[in-house]
Structures are given as structure tokens and as C-alpha cells.
């Protein structure tokens, strides 16, 4: 699950490309849509920001942008074959603005094309002037969030079809959650209401499951291993002439994986470090059973041989290598498969713990730490450490949506569900790009497939499929978009868009993959051919990082993957028709999208 982060956010203009091409036009790169880093592009960013910004003010009737708003560059893509895109955070008269983020498109001579806009109404406040003061609104957060409230900031809050003056508030140790950690509470600055109150972690397990888990009297006891993979590495013999710290290469024995190679640091001759110099320096530590937020405070893993774990929960290390694993196998699909550095695709480390926690059953991604933070079970229902590849894969994906499009929920209970169709299609995404770490990492002991959590030891052999998501009874997930989805629970409806992948990656009907047997059914019987896993992916990518916004719904979406296909493969390929085809399927339509909700 993942909480919106509508913090105040560092801006940093990544300057990427992608082999993309103008809408309509032929694709004429490599049909992953790979985003390269570049020096040679011809324009720089600071011109292409500047042209974009002045494009938005230009065209404020599109935009949106009104007197008082100034833009901040977020992310800046220039495609080779033409076109230009920045994502821009939005303020108002200073204040920053939720749910005021847009993409402004430009043609390779940064002639405006277009925009994508979170926000369809103007994000102007009624009244700049508020009723509560700081500290009544730090107080009020405390109360909700029952933790420590920081310093209120005044916002306008765009997200729900209106511009309302609030204070956000950071809140601290809350123990409204099975684990505690930080939240954002964002008070209407002029009633005193909560207008929103919502983790800053990214919880695998949503609070719905797991109390349908304990009603149900289910327990997760997954299967480990030991077995080893036919060839496995050892740490070579240290030379004399050797400076440290130097890159090794060392063995991990998994819970879940089996043996597995791992790029370590060896920081003197007996001494070795689990971090990975070659992915940035991605390293996993131990939290010792802490709820920490702060990675520096994490216990470093060593050893004195460059093996580690042994395959149980025995030593602290096994749980490490997995996640050591999960964590540089999701780098490497993004860097083989899009060219993208990291995951705020920035060149900078991913980070994970171990052990966070006492008897916590979940995995996070928290953007407070920027990193992974994985429990061991609660020794009861959860008796693992979820440290599974594709958990990995779901969890880090969230941070890619954090670093571009913010997708964020419609809303969040008092229990701390979330619901509505931006937050599902995080969650979808989440799931997509998760089950594509599986083929790009091809573990034998891990085979790749389009089911989620396959490895829990759920009874139900799955948390989530993409080919026909129904077949999840414990979240109940949905097959096909109806007027309900906008308000379901996120995991529930990710299903629409997951369902809308698989068709257009390997089309409708009964078919065997890699050893897995699938069965995916369409809204209106028809028949969808495949278009292949490598171009479907490289469509929902392209559409997350240049057409999706904080407030995509699934008919957005619809429109965000045709222009991504029109951008890779030409409005009049079969890739352009099959993703037509494939929302149909999923009863996502012109001739149903609903009247403007944001």
C-alpha cells in the first residue's frame, strides 16, 4: 500500500532521453523505450525548462496556470526523435500546491504540443488568510496522527475538485499503524477539518488483508531453501598490491532465491561489506528490531569471507541477501530495461533494512528513509521476513511513481486503506513492474511469472494476478472498470489496469508460460491478441513517466498508453490498436469515461 507523499519535494532536473518519437510518427529506436542519460541532445535543460514554463503561462487556458502560480521543474525528458516533456510542482502566491503538478509538452523546436495536468480547475484559494494558526494545526495533527507533530506549513490543497488554504503537517512516531512511523496530516486552514491524514511508508500488506487474514485464521509460512544454483561465486585471493576498498564479488545463500551472486565492497583484506559499489552503492543493513527511519542508523552487514546468510532465519545475513538481491535485481531491470539510473533515476543508491521492528508482517517502501524497510513476520499469521523478489520489485516500483507521476489516492480510512482509481493504478503499476523484475532477474529458484506473492504461502498460491484478477478472494480484486471503481480499496481495484497489461502483453484466453497456465477472460467477450511482454511494458512505462499524473484515473490511463504507443510504434501500428483493444476489454472506453472528478 502506499501513502501519498505531498511533503515539501527537493526539485532536481534530471536531464534523460528516451527512443521515443512525435505522436503519430514511426518508432525508430529500441522497442523497450530506453531513457538514456545525455550530453549531446542538442538543447539543454535549463532551455527546454525555461521554453516549457513559458509555454505553461502562454496557455494558461490549458494549463491551468494562473497569476500567483509559479512553476519548479521536477524532471526534464528529451527524446531523440523530437519531442520534449517537463514535470513541473506547482505554488501559489508561495505556498506549495497538492495536486497542482502538470507535464508540459514541447515539439524538438520547444513549440508547446500540449500538457497532462493533475488538476482540470483553477488552484486559486477562495481566501489566503487563515482561521487556525500554526500551532492549532500542529495540535490538531498530533491528536489525529497520535504522534509528534513538526512545523505546519501553509499549502493549497487542489486535490479534491476544489483550492482550499491548509497547513501540512509532518507528524512523527504516529502509532496509528501496526508499525509506527511518520505521517502527513493536511487541517483545512480555515474550518479546522482534516482534509487528509496518510502514511509516508508504502505498506505491502494493506490493513484490509490482514485483518481478512486473521479472520480467516490463515497464516504465511513460505517455503526456503538452500539449494544452490549450478555455478556460484567465491571471493578472489587478495593481492598485495591491492588499495581498499575494492569491488568483490561474493556468495549469498537466500531464504527465498537459493545461491546467489552478489557484487560486494571488500574494505580490507578479511573484511567485507554488503554494499554493491557497482549499482551506486546500494547496501542493506540490519534496523536490530528498531522502527528506524534513518539508514545511517542502521547496523552494517560484514563478514570476514564475502559469503553470506545461510539459507534460514537463523542468521541475520539470509534475509539480507534477499534483500540485497530484490533490491539491485529491480535496478538492474530498470537501468537493462529503460535505461533509467536509479530509481529516482538520479545515479544514487537504493537502500534497504532488515529486521524493522518487532514482530512487524509487512515490507515498506518509505520515502522518509528512501529506502526498503523489511519486518520479520509477526512470528504468528507471518512466521518470514518478506523479503520475497517480487515484494522487492512492487515495493521500489512505488518509489519510480514517487520520483514521477505521484499517483495518490482518492482518499484513506480511518484504518489506513486507501481507495480510488489513482491509487489503484499505483498499485497496478506496482504489480506490473514487479512481476517484470521476475523475468528480468529469470530465477530458477524464483520463476518469473504474472502472479504476485506467489512465494507467501498464501492458500490461495497468490496475493494478486494480473491475467485475471478475480481470481484473488482475499483482496477482492476486480477484472473490469465499472462506476464503483473510482472508490475501491486500492489493491482491489489495481485490477483494472493489471488485467488491461496482461491483454495487451499476451492477449485474452487460456495460454502456458514458462511453466505457468493462464486463463484471461474480456468484458465483452472479445478476442485480444498480444502485442508481447517487452513492447506493453515499454507503453506503461512511457505513459507513467510522460502522461500520468498525481491524479490519473484509468480512462486517463487509457489516454496516457495510446500516446505512448502512438510515441513508440505510430497511431496506426498494431501496438496502438492492441492498447485500444485491451482497455475495451477491461470495459475502459471513450464512451464511458465519466465527467471531469479532479
Known amino acids: ?91 501559489h502566491q508561495g505556498m506549495p500546491v497538492l495536486g497542482g503538478d502538470l507535464v508540459v509538452h514541447l515539439s524538438h523546436r520547444l513549440a508547446y504540443t500540449g500538457v497532462t495536468r493533475a488538476a482540470d480547475h483553477s488552484v486559486s484559494p477562495a481566501t489566503t488568510r487563515p482561521e487556525l494558526t500554526a500551532t492549532q494545526a500542529e495540535a490538531k495533527a498530533a491528536t489525529v496522527a497520535r504522534g509528534d507533530a513538526g512545523t505546519a506549513e501553509l499549502v493549497v490543497d487542489a486535490r479534491d475538485g476544489g483550492a482550499a488554504l491548509a497547513y501540512r503537517i509532518p507528524v512523527s512516531d504516529s502509532s496509528t499503524a501496526d508499525a509506527t512511523g511518520t505521517r502527513t496530516v493536511v487541517v483545512d486552514a480555515v474550518t479546522g477539518g482534516i482534509r487528509s491524514n496518510t502514511p509516508d511508508s508504502d505498506e505491502f500488506l494493506s490493513p484490509k488483508l490482514l485483518d481478512t487474514l486473521r479472520e480467516r485464521g490463515e497464516t504465511m509460512d513460505p517455503a526456503t531453501g538452500t539449494a ?254 465499472s462506476p464503483q471503481a473510482y472508490d475501491a480499496e486500492v489493491h482491489a481495484g489495481s485490477g483494472v489496469s493489471s488485467h488491461a497489461y496482461y491483454l495487451l502483453a499476451e492477449g485474452s484466453g487460456s495460454k502456458k508460460i514458462g511453466g505457468f497456465t493462464y486463463d484471461s477472460p474480456t468484458y465483452d467477450g472479445s478476442t485480444v491478441t498480444g502485442i508481447g511482454r517487452t513492447k506493453a511494458t515499454a507503453i506503461f512505462y512511457r505513459a507513467l513517466t510522460r502522461y500520468m499524473v498525481s491524479t490519473t484515473d484509468f480512462h486517463d490511463a487509457r489516454v496516457a498508453t495510446l500516446k505512448a504507443a502512438a510515441d513508440l510504434y505510430g497511431a496506426n501500428s498494431t501496438a496502438y490498436k492492441t492498447v485500444d483493444q485491451a482497455w475495451a476489454a477491461v470495459n475502459v472506453t471513450v464512451a464511458n469515461t465519466p465527467a471531469a472528478r479532479h
Open 1 to 91: 500500500m502506499r501513502g501519498p507523499h505531498i511533503r515539501s519535494l527537493a526539485v532536481a532536473v534530471a536531464v534523460t532521453t528516451a527512443a521515443t518519437g512525435l505522436a503519430g510518427t514511426a518508432f525508430a529506436g529500441p522497442a523497450t523505450g530506453t531513457d538514456r542519460a545525455t550530453t549531446s541532445t542538442g538543447t539543454s535543460a535549463a532551455s527546454v525548462v525555461a521554453a516549457a514554463r513559458a509555454a505553461a503561462f502562454a496557455h494558461a487556458t490549458a494549463t491551468g496556470v494562473t497569476r500567483g502560480d509559479e512553476l519548479r521543474a521536477q524532471d526534464v525528458l528529451i527524446d531523440p526523435e523530437g519531442a520534449r516533456h517537463v514535470r513541473f510542482l506547482r505554488t
Open 228 to 481: 544452490v544454483q549450478p555455478k556460484s561465486l567465491t571471493s578472489a585471493a587478495a593481492s598485495r598490491a591491492v588499495h581498499y576498498p575494492v569491488t568483490a564479488s561474493g556468495t549469498g545463500t537466500s531464504l527465498f532465491v537459493g545461491k546467489v551472486p552478489l557484487t560486494t565492497t571488500r574494505t580490507a583484506r578479511t573484511n567485507y561489506l554488503l554494499k554493491d559499489p557497482s549499482r551506486w552503492g546500494t547496501e542493506t543493513r540490519d534496523a536490530k528490531g528498531k522502527e528506524l527511519e534513518n539508514f545511517a542508523q542502521g547496523k552494517k552487514f560484514t563478514t570476514t569471507n564475502d559469503k553470506w546468510g545461510n539459507g534460514a532465519v537463523s542468521r541475520r545475513d539470509s534475509a539480507a541477501v534477499d534483500a540485497q538481491y530484490g533490491i539491485t535485481k529491480t535496478l538492474d531491470f530498470y537501468k537493462k530495461t529503460f535505461g533509467r539510473k536509479g530509481i529516482a533515476n538520479n545515479g544514487k543508491a537504493a537502500r534497504g533494512m532488515v529486521h524493522f521492528g518487532k514482530k512487524v508482517a509487512n515490507a515498506f517502501w518509505d520515502s522518509t528513509c528512501g529506502c526498503m524497510l523489511y519486518g520479520d513476520g509477526d512470528g504468528d499469521m507471518f512466521k518470514k521476513p518478506l523479503v520475497v523478489l517480487d515484494v522487492t520489485g512492487h515495493e521500489l516500483t512505488h518509489g519510480v511513481v514517487d520520483a514521477t507521476a505521484k499517483l495518490e489516492p482518492t482518499r484513506v480510512d480511518a484504518q489506513g486503506n486507501q481507495f480510488g482509481e489513482p491509487g489503484s493504478l499505483n498499485e497496478s503499476l506496482a504489480d506490473i513492474f514487479g512481476s517484470n523484475v521476475e523475468f528480468s532477474a529469470n530465477n530458477a529458484k524464483n520463476p518469473p511469472n504474472y502472479l504476485i506473492g506467489e512465494k507467501l504461502g498464501l492458500a490461495q498460491k497468490f496475493l494478486r494476478r494480473l491475467d485475471h484478477p478475480s481470481l484473488d478472494k482475499l483482496e477482492g480484486t476486480i477484472d473490469y472498470w
